[in-house]
């Protein structure tokens, strides 16, 4: 594997706010500490997340925490372009992020999982997958125009919320990352969202949305058989996005990343 590679730029691309904090943003504070740069969206506005507030109080709201978030690990903070539960895999969205994804050049992507309990997840995975894919065609059109970029990215797609798929079948990650150093980071992002501790108690019956959030990390760290808390990682195909070896993320995270021994 190659290990040769100077920090460029971690790209974190979720669904709705709260969603990198939940199961992606140990690994991206981990590789801003690292040196990389962290990049930060969230597709949707997250419109559909309460049970109290208009549509548009709820996007301000929720809006307003998301940046909150980006900003205390200092992530450049990207806009959403659609309302919950508006994610779909077609090209007016496939469009947008695509100019999104060549504008900041990343060579890292963190993602969600291809297999979620959520149809908006699922579709943002891959939508990204996509957008990045078509980075260097200088036939596809973006919005807006944006030139090609030629750049290697690696694609990570993160354990599913639940760490099940929409079928209840657990998802087994290719490796784990000890985020034990973090996870009061990780939490105090995840803290920003103040609007959905609410929504989450009221919808799915949450007793606490921090205590959940750790939870599931301390249960990937069991399952590492390593680490105290972790998150789980499944590495996209090289094919259409660089060399086979080219592993920037566990090269730059070293000893805190083991390998399933599963695998």
Excluded at 90 to 100: H, N, T, V, Y
Excluded at 117 to 137: I, K
Excluded at 148 to 161: D, F, I, M, R
Excluded at 227 to 250: I, K, N, V
Aim: hydrophobic share 40%.
């Amino acid at each position: 594997m190659s290990t040769d590679h100077a920090p460029g730029v971690a790209f974190a691309i979720a669904a709705h706010p709260d969603d990198i904090e939940f199961m992606m943003s140990g690994t991206l504070i981990l590789l801003g500490r690292a040196g990389w740069k962290p990049h930060y969206m969230n597709i949707a506005t997250g419109s559909c997340g309460t049970v109290t507030h208009s549509r548009d109080e709820i996007v301000r709201v929720r809006t307003e925490e998301a940046r909150a978030a980006a900003a205390m690990i200092g992530a450049t903070f990207h806009d959403p372009i659609v309302d919950d539960i508006d994610i779909f895999y077609e090209k007016d969205q496939l469009a947008r992020i695509g100019a999104i994804v060549r504008e900041v050049e990343p060579e890292i992507m963190l993602l969600q999982s291809p297999q979620d309990y959520m149809e908006d997840h699922m579709n943002s995975s891959r939508l990204a997958v996509t957008a990045a894919f078509c980075r260097g065609m200088r036939n596809f059109p973006t919005d807006p125009p944006t030139p090609p970029t030629t750049q290697n990215v690696a694609l990570y797609h993160g354990l599913p919320y639940g760490l099940q798929d929409q079928l209840r079948r657990p998802i087994v990650p290719d490796f784990f990352v000890d985020v034990s150093d973090v996870i009061g980071a990780k939490r105090d992002m995840l803290a920003c969202h103040k609007s959905q501790k609410e929504w989450l108690d009221a919808s799915q019956g949450l007793d606490s949305y921090l205590v959940t959030m750790e939870s599931m990390c301390e249960e990937v760290g069991r399952l590492s058989g390593r680490f105290r808390y972790a998150e789980g990682w499944r590495r996209h195909s090289h094919m259409g996005f660089g060399p086979e070896d080219y592993d920037p993320l566990t090269a730059a995270l070293g000893e805190r990343v083991a390998w399933n021994s599963r695998h």
